[in-house]
């Protein structure tokens, strides 16, 4: 029975040491280190192109050498002076458009796809009524696209000539329910 026992102390102390070969080697040998990116800059190189780098960064600019012509300074900004003076005389001398010519056009802003800045242009181009919206054949919308600009395209992709023709008409139920709410 003694030699029964010595020999599980023999297997017992085998099955230790191969655990702790196991561990070890699991977690105690050394794990490689990861691959360092070395970054370079002006500086790595050495301090003579730090140097020369400083000795460009302290020259005078080339505009600094330029001596300018005489008289340049003497009249700077008058030319600005009398630029604004001759706008505001103009500004004083035009008539004051009349408030009777807003208020007899329709709210070109109810049309689908009129914004403010659309309206506006409208306006200057003559435009205030749905009536004349509402008038306007293939043609017509050809010669107004190429006065829009960057809105070129919008009366026929929104379909501004029948909103015009409903909205003229007061038929506002027809109107809600082919394009929504005005």
Known sequence: M???LESKQILLAGIVLVVAFVVWWVWGRS???PNK???TDVLSEGAAPAARNNALIDAPSAAALV?????????????????AAAAEEIIEASPAPA???EATGDDLGRIKGVGPKLKALLTSLGITTYAQIAAWTDEDIAKIDAQLGTFAGRA????????????ASGDTAA??????KV
């Open 2 to 4: 003694l030699q029964s």
């Open 31 to 33: 794990k490689p280190t």
């Open 37 to 39: 990116r070395e970054y």
């Open 67 to 83: 001596t300018p012509p005489p008289g340049v300074g003497t009249m700077a900004g008058v030319g600005e002076v009398v630029a």
């Open 99 to 101: 408030p009777a010519a």
């Open 156 to 167: 026929k992709r929104d379909n501004w000539v029948e909103q015009a023709k409903l909205l």
């Open 175 to 180: 109107y809600e329910a082919k394009f929504g």
